[in-house]
Nanobody, 123 residues
Framework: QVELVQSGGGLVQAGDSLRLSCAYS????????MSWFRQAPGKGREFVAA????????YYADSVKGRFTISRDNAKITVYLQMNSLKPEDTAVYYC????????????????WGQGTQVTVSS
């Protein structure tokens, strides 16, 4: 049984920062990557950032490049998303996923998902 437990999120003002965490537990970790996606009301799940587990390569959506940073703690099998200079358009439910072997930005290729965390940015 694999579980991804997310923490962080909340309501902030534009320009503020937030940090999300996602901790993996259960079966021996063997995923290609851990990633963050987000889903705004009425929209599909959108890729935000990914880190490949074997070599730590980082990938970002253009919309968050330069503002968001994905990182990991190998020992804790935890991935973080540091979000700076938040904008109202960043408002969404954020999900972490483990998988990505079919393509990092394709949410259908992820095997496990966190419970989701609401991030709301007011203007």
């Amino acid at each position: 049984q694999v579980e991804l437990v997310q923490s962080g999120g909340g309501l902030v003002q534009a320009g503020d920062s937030l940090r999300l965490s996602c901790a993996y537990s259960g079966r021996t970790f063997g995923s290609y990557a851990m990633s963050w996606f987000r889903q705004a009301p009425g929209k599909g799940r959108e890729f935000v950032a990914a880190i490949t587990w074997s070599d730590g390569k980082l990938y970002y959506a253009d919309s968050v490049k330069g503002r968001f940073t994905i990182s990991r703690d190998n020992a804790k099998i935890t991935v973080y998303l540091q979000m700076n200079s938040l904008k109202p358009e960043d408002t969404a439910v954020y999900y972490c996923g483990a998988g990505g072997s079919w393509g990092l930005a394709a949410w259908t290729g992820y095997d496990y998902w966190g419970q989701g965390t609401q991030v709301t940015v007011s203007s």
